[in-house]
């Protein structure tokens, strides 16, 4: 069993936020395989496939993205499920807007929902991709993260998050390394 996790924030009105870049690359993946998140267990939305044999849950944590671990942790305790199986998909400041980056382990990079799964999950090793937001000295990173693209920037990302149907496709057929080669 495999759980994909996207990283945001709950609510209305952080929808298209640069924090919540993981809940929009998921919404692009579940949207290409014909699903919709209309289940909901320990404080987080999700839905599910099964892809030769094998059970996937594509993940949204409902709870405030600095508690991402707390909801994630639920849900590998109930279905059993491996730290290798686990993929988070996040933004990233030190990123350009929209580039792609893919690690299999690693550190949080000061991320506040990658700090959380680490420390619920007691390890760095799992793996993830991250979306570049860029950043802006000019304002409080908190104001940045919960604020929402301007056009040129959102275009730039529009097209990294019509790739990601595809990087699904490829983390289901490839090994990570694999996939890491291709998109990275």
Same mark, same amino acid.
């Given at each position: 069993?495999?759980?994909i $996790?996207?990283?945001? /924030?709950? @609510?209305?009105?952080?929808?298209?936020?640069?924090?919540? $870049?993981?809940?929009? !690359?998921?919404?692009?993946?579940?949207?290409?395989?014909?699903? +919709?998140? &209309?289940?909901?267990?320990?404080?987080?939305?999700?839905?599910?496939? $099964?892809?030769?044999?094998?059970?996937?849950?594509?993940?949204?944590?409902?709870?405030y993205?600095?508690? +991402?671990?707390?909801?994630?942790?639920?849900?590998?305790?109930?279905? &059993?499920?491996?730290?290798?199986?686990?993929?988070?998909? +996040?933004?990233?400041?030190?990123?350009?807007?929209?580039?792609?980056?893919?690690?299999?382990?690693? @550190? +949080?990079?000061?991320?506040? @929902?990658?700090?959380?799964?680490?420390?619920?999950?007691?390890?760095?090793?799992?793996?993830?991709?991250? $979306?570049?937001? !860029?950043?802006?000295?000019?304002? /409080?990173?908190?104001?940045?993260v919960?604020?929402?693209?301007?056009?040129?920037?959102?275009?730039?990302? %529009? %097209?990294?998050?019509?790739l990601?149907?595809?990087?699904?496709?490829?983390?289901?057929?490839?090994?990570?390394?694999?996939?890491?080669?291709?998109?990275?």
């Amino acid at each position: 069993m495999k759980i994909i $996790v996207g990283l945001g /924030n709950p @609510g209305k009105e952080y929808e298209n936020t640069r924090h919540n $870049v993981g809940f929009m !690359a998921l919404d692009r993946i579940i949207k290409k395989m014909g699903l +919709s998140f &209309k289940k909901e267990k320990f404080d987080g939305i999700y839905t599910e496939m $099964v892809y030769h044999g094998e059970k996937i849950i594509f993940l949204k944590p409902q709870r405030y993205i600095n508690l +991402s671990g707390e909801v994630l942790k639920k849900y590998l305790d109930f279905y &059993k499920i491996a730290i290798k199986d686990i993929l988070i998909i +996040s933004d990233d400041l030190d990123l350009p807007v929209g580039k792609i980056k893919m690690k299999l382990k690693g @550190g +949080s990079g000061g991320h506040n @929902g990658l700090k959380n799964i680490e420390y619920h999950l007691r390890t760095k090793e799992y793996k993830r991709i991250k $979306v570049g937001i !860029a950043n802006n000295k000019n304002l /409080n990173t908190k104001d940045y993260v919960l604020g929402k693209f301007n056009k040129e920037d959102q275009k730039l990302l %529009e %097209e990294s998050l019509n790739l990601f149907p595809s990087i699904f496709e490829d983390y289901l057929n490839l090994t990570f390394e694999n996939v890491m080669s291709k998109y990275n």
